[in-house]
Structure formats: structure tokens, C-alpha cells
């Protein structure tokens, strides 16, 4: 039996990770569920799943959760402090990091810290502080399972021995020539780029084959999302920029490839789902019912590829480039996108003014050494004060 902590637990990921719980109940534990403000849902959900702590980001949302759950025997914690307590206590064996943003870096890196099983959802531990969140992990022993559709495809098509060393793969090593990081495109895959400035949030949110949050919605329209998760591979699987591909694959059915030296490329495949992924981290090496239905291949019917068109799909070039520049490059990024996208989805900005104010973010701020979790949080302020000036040059 797992005791398992879910940070992010309202949103879709939480959702889905306690979806698969609920199909394994003799093998995980709900010791603790962690949002930011949403009272409600997770009242909802404490009273559905019994959690010995129920944590809200926010302190007045936690007064809040604490009065309407007042009849249930859960203790209602807040603040950062005790949201790393919380991730280091000792009955915890697994962490789903599931926060979304730069918010779920610090309580992530406090659970591999802490030597936890950490099931990594949380893009920007790794597109913040790569080579700091490594080394933790090598120098705590903590177990990191990649969670991300595509980083846990290519997890699966790895050697065993490639398996056990995760950010210090040695690709060559295991045969390996390269990995392919497949995307979808998003919904806009074929629109007019004419049309694209003046594209809704409503449209951007609308992805074509999976359900997923407003925020990293828009990040798959603008390929930003793929963008993060090519620095993400570049960290977990310790890639070279020239052993990793992004391969446009609009049916989301194979969610990434390994291509081996003799020519061999390894694909896992399966409907777009994460309850498989999360699933296969939660169990692993073992294999768990998740409750998603099996691949029909008669329903696919064909899949189909091309290459990533950067006139079309700027972020995600930006993203690259930023990958080869170093962490500096991409902890600014990673900041300024969620700037631009939160000001997108509220309307202030147009589509293609997110790509702006991200390259604008990437040419001003002085991008110094990072050596520590203080000057990445520094730098990560310091690019957010940039965009907010770059989003007035939008108009």
C-alpha cells in the first residue's frame, strides 16, 4: 500500500490520478490532497476520499476548505512551509507533482529532496532548475518517474539500464540514436496563419484530442507545451540537442519513439489518455488496471507525420533555442509564457503576441549563473517584471 501525496489534485491530472486510485484501492492511499483555491472541489473530493491532510496553497482558502469540512476527521494545512513538510513526512512513500507552473517546483524538489518516489508531472521543475533538480535526485536516491504522455512513452521504449538512470542516460550507450518527441500540433495545425492574431481563447483551449487545462492548452496550441517538454527530455533522458526530434503526429496515438542505432524505432502507442501514463508510474515496473479502453486499430484507421512548421509554430523554436542556450534561457521563457498566456486567456494580448513577448523576455533580461533555488526564483521574477512591460508594447 502506497501513501501517496496528489499536488495539483482539483485539476486534470489530480483528476485523473485519483481516478486510477479509485480502480486500485488495495494498493494506493490517499495520505494527502494539495490546491491552490479551489474550496469546493476539494471539499468534494475529501469527503470522497477520506485524506489525512488536505493542504490548500492559499491561506484563506484553507480557513475556507477547514469550515466546510469541519465534520471530517482531516487536518487543513496551508503556506510553504508546511506544503514541504507535508511532501517530506515519513508516511509518505509517493508524490504526484501535479502543480502546474513555476508554483510546483519548490514542493517537488522538496519531495526528491526527501528521497520520495516522485511521479513527475510538473513540467517546470526540470525546465526551471534541470541541472540543480538532477542532482538532487542523484544525491538523495529519490525515484523519478516521468509522467508526461511523451517523456513516459520514451521511458517505456528505454533499455532497463537507461530506465535506472534518468538524467544520467547514457544514450550511446544503450544503443540509442535518437529520441522522437511527438506532438500533435494542436487545433491549428491547418488554419490560415492569416487567421491566427485573431484567434479566441475559447478556440485555443479547444484541443482536438485531449483534455487538459486552459493553461497548458494554449501552451499545445502554441507548441510552447512541446517546446517544455523538449527541454524536459534534454534534462531526464540526458539528450543532446542533436539526439532529440519533434515529429508532428496529428492522431496522438503514438506518444513518442526511440530510434536505435541498427535502425530500430521503439513507439508506445495508446489512446489519448493519462490515465495510462500515470498508471504506468504508479505501478511501476509493475502493470495496473487504469481504466482507460484499449487501442482499437481498426478505429485509427492510419496515422500520419510531418515537421514542425516555425513560421506557424514560433514558441516552439523559441523553446529550442533556449534549450541549447542553457537554464537561464529557459527558466526566462518558462516565465514569461505564463505571463503571456494568463494575459492571453483574459484577453488583454492577441494569439501571436504570446510568441512576442517571449522572444522580447529572452533578448532583455541579463540571464546570470544559476547556482541555487534563490537565484532561479530571482531570475524567474525578474522575467515575469519583463513581460508585464512587453505585454504594453502589444497594443
Known amino acids: 500500500m502506497q501513501n501517496m501525496v496528489i499536488l495539483g489534485a482539483t485539476g486534470s491530472i489530480g483528476t485523473s490520478t485519483l481516478s486510477v486510485i479509485a480502480e486500485n484501492p ?97 513540467k517546470e521543475a526540470l525546465v526551471m532548475s534541470g541541472r540543480l533538480f538532477i542532482e538532487a535526485v542523484a544525491t538523495s536516491g529519490a525515484t523519478l518517474l516521468p509522467v508526461d504522455s511523451e517523456h513516459n512513452a520514451i521511458f517505456q521504449c528505454l533499455t532497463k539500464t537507461a530506465q535506472q538512470q534518468l538524467g544520467r542516460c547514457d544514450l550511446p550507450g544503450a544503443g540509442i540514436s535518437k529520441i522522437l518527441l511527438t506532438g500533435s500540433g494542436g487545433p491549428f495545425l491547418h488554419a490560415d496563419l492569416a487567421s491566427l492574431p485573431s484567434v479566441t481563447p475559447a478556440q485555443a483551449i ?39 526530434q519533434v515529429v508532428i503526429h496529428p492522431q496522438s496515438v503514438i506518444h513518442s519513439m526511440v530510434q536505435y542505432q541498427d535502425g530500430s524505432v521503439l513507439a508506445q502507442l495508446g489512446n489519448p489518455d493519462m490515465r495510462t501514463p500515470i498508471a504506468h508510474c504508479m505501478a511501476y515496473p509493475a502493470r495496473i488496471v487504469s481504466g482507460v479502453e484499449p487501442l482499437d486499430f481498426f478505429k485509427v484507421g492510419q496515422l500520419s507525420f510531418c515537421e514542425p512548421d516555425f513560421a506557424r509554430f514560433p514558441c516552439l523554436k523559441l523553446a529550442m533555442t533556449a534549450c541549447r542556450e542553457g537554464q537561464e534561457a529557459t527558466t526566462v521563457l518558462n516565465a514569461a509564457n505564463e505571463i503571456a498566456v494568463a494575459h492571453f486567456l483574459q484577453g488583454d494580448i492577441r494569439f501571436t503576441d504570446i510568441a512576442k513577448v517571449n522572444e522580447y523576455c529572452l533578448e532583455q533580461v541579463v540571464q546570470s549563473p544559476l547556482d541555487s533555488i534563490a537565484d532561479i526564483l530571482a531570475l524567474d521574477t525578474e522575467a515575469r517584471v519583463c513581460a508585464r512591460k512587453a505585454l504594453t508594447l502589444c497594443h
Open 26 to 122: 488495495e494498493a494506493f492511499n490517499v495520505f494527502a490532497l494539495v490546491a491552490n483555491t479551489s474550496v469546493s472541489k476539494m471539499a468534494a473530493l475529501c469527503r470522497l476520499h477520506q485524506p489525512q491532510v488536505a493542504h490548500m496553497v492559499d491561506a484563506d482558502a484553507a480557513l475556507q476548505l477547514k469550515a466546510q469540512i469541519a465534520d471530517l476527521p482531516v487536518e487543513v494545512t496551508s503556506g510553504e512551509s508546511a506544503l514541504a513538510d507535508l511532501v517530506t513526512r515519513a508516511e509518505v512513500d509517493t508524490v504526484m507533482a501535479a502543480i502546474v507552473g513555476a508554483a510546483g517546483m519548490a514542493p517537488t524538489l522538496a519531495a526528491v529532496q526527501a528521497g520520495k518516489r516522485v511521479l513527475l508531472a510538473n
Open 206 to 244: 479547444k484541443h482536438p484530442n485531449w483534455s487538459m487545462g486552459p493553461k497548458i492548452s494554449v501552451d499545445s496550441a502554441t507548441m510552447m507545451n512541446k517546446g517544455l517538454e523538449y527541454v524536459e527530455a534534454r534534462w531526464l533522458f540526458n539528450a543532446g540537442i542533436d539526439q532529440l
